[in-house]
């Protein structure tokens, strides 16, 4: 029997320790992790328990671990937004091919210059667009390759993300100010631009509008106090309210229904987006951090600037118009979306549940298209990219895309920012030669 492929792990948070490395556990003789490089200790040593790991093969730092010498065939690089370009390049110099989590950069240059590194170095470099991996866009993508809505039109794609989910990561989480991590269309919707660009192929034009229309402090008096627990007047019938989201779980009546069948103790609610609250995740654990961390803000007295909602119009170089919506003001987290073509109609909705319809013209018949069932986070998404990864290193498989290819949705994330901001058209050629001149620039420099 063939030895399990080693891996190492770079930034052993909620996406590195439990979206991608669970799959190691579940699949030992396929893989294991053999290091990790995680500078909070209490999420290192729990990493280390859980994979056997000994003092010598744990890191406080990238740096550490890759001056450490090669442990293993490939890296997964999981740190925050502002933190992938650095350790992904020095992990392939160091001859690793690297898992790398979205948004590849929150920079062009420093998404070109990954690009630019895994060509020249030949290694692998996947992107987590985990949605490709999953069973329900595969089977989106199925539908139009073979070509069964006929020639497609246009397109409208929406993005809904829940208010909930908006007031937690962007607007009082990690993702709520640009300086911080990246422009909300890279942050959220680099997926979005990727299934589009894979479905439909390139973009030729496109423009954008959106801003940041709620959550700011105008939309409030001066009798609101900065933390909800400060006995705030209107808490008791605000969406954001955090005891309301983290305490008393007000949006999550479903979690709350299934707790006992999916083994969620709601005592210590061992699940995102508590885990991201505090390591004490007891009712008093949780309070604590209400009172004193980023999560107990008032969503209107936060340092975040992100949009809360944009639009992209974009013409492809089919001649297909397509439309992405991304807003934070949905009552369930879901993605919907539409398509026309000169044969039949789509529409699919990717959430829970997931559905897709197809409406053929010529005979009427409405088709319910059967849908595998896609477990785990992002609809299988998760564990179905490090499946892919695992076997391309062990040469079972060829990568399901490639670095280039996701630098094209990052390409139109960054271009639908400019058109936003410079309330200008952007032709998709002209900035993809902007782009190669950075790339030129990047080459020429050590
Ligand atoms: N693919 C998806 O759908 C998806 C979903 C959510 C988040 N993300 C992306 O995943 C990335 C990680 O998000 P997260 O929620 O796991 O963040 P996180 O903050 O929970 O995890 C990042 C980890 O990196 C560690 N780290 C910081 N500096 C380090 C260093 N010098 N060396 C090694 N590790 C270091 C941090 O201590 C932290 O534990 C982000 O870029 C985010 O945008 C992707």
């Known amino acids: 029997m063939t030895q399990p492929l080693e891996l190492v792990l770079i930034g052993a948070g909620q996406r590195g320790a439990y979206a991608y490395a669970s799959y190691a556990l579940a699949h030992p003789e396929e893989v294991r992790f053999v290091a990790v490089a995680e500078p909070d200790p209490i999420r290192r040593r729990r990493f280390a328990e859980e994979h056997d790991l000994d003092d010598s093969r744990c890191f406080a730092s990238w740096e550490e671990l890759i001056a450490a010498g090669q442990l293993g065939q490939g890296a997964l690089v999981t740190t925050q937004d502002q933190l992938h370009v650095e350790p992904a390049v020095a992990a392939m110099e160091a001859g690793y091919h690297v898992l790398l989590e979205k948004p590849m950069a929150h920079t062009l240059e420093g998404c070109v210059r990954l690009v630019q590194t895994a060509e020249r170095t030949g290694r692998i470099l996947q992107i987590c667009h985990v949605l ?18 006929g020639e ?32 909300m269309i890279l ?38 106090p900065n933390r909800c627990t400060d006995g705030c007047p209107i ?16 949006p999550f009546r479903r979690l709350v229904e299934r707790a006992a069948e999916r083994g969620i103790d709601l005592e210590r609610p061992n699940v995102w987006p508590f885990t991201v609250l505090s390591h004490d995740l007891s009712r008093e654990g949780r309070l604590r951090a209400l009172q004193t961390g980023p999560y107990g803000r008032c969503v209107y007295r936060c340092d975040n ?44 909705r990717f959430g829970d549940p997931s559905e897709i319809t197809i409406h053929h013209h010529a005979s009427g018949r409405v ?77 020429a420099s050590p």
């Open 132 to 149: 490709r991996y999953s069973p329900f866009w595969r089977k989106l993508h199925q539908i139009l390759e073979e070509g069964r809505l």
């Open 152 to 183: 497609i039109i246009t397109v409208e794609h929406r993005e809904n993300v829940a208010y909930w989910h908006m007031a937690h990561s962007f607007v009082r989480g990690n993702w709520r100010n640009e300086a911080l991590s990246s422009p």
């Open 187 to 224: 942050a959220k919707c680099c997926h979005d631009l990727d299934l589009l660009f894979w479905n439909l192929g390139r973009c030729k034009r496109l423009s954008s509008v959106g801003s940041l229309l709620h959550f700011r402090a105008d939309q409030v008096g001066p009798e609101i």
């Open 235 to 250: 808490e008791p019938e605000c969406p954001f309210s955090a005891p309301g989201i983290y305490l008393e779980y007000r």
């Open 305 to 348: 600037d992100v949009v809360d909602h944009q639009v992209v119009t974009m013409e492809l170089e089919s001649g297909a118009s397509a439309v992405l919506v991304m807003h934070g003001h949905s009552h369930e987290e879901h993605r919907s979306m539409r398509y026309d073509g000169t044969r039949a109609t789509l529409r699919a």
């Open 367 to 443: 088709e319910e298209v059967s849908l595998e069932e896609g477990g785990g986070g992002h609809g299988g998404g998760d564990h179905g990219v490090m499946a892919n990864f695992v076997q391309v290193l062990r040469g079972q498989a060829e990568p399901l895309t490639s670095a280039r290819a996701s630098l094209e949705s990052h390409l139109m994330a960054f271009a639908a920012e400019a058109a936003r901001r410079q309330n200008r058209i952007i032709e998709m050629d002209e900035f993809r030669a902007q782009a190669e001149a950075l790339a030129q620039q990047e080459g």
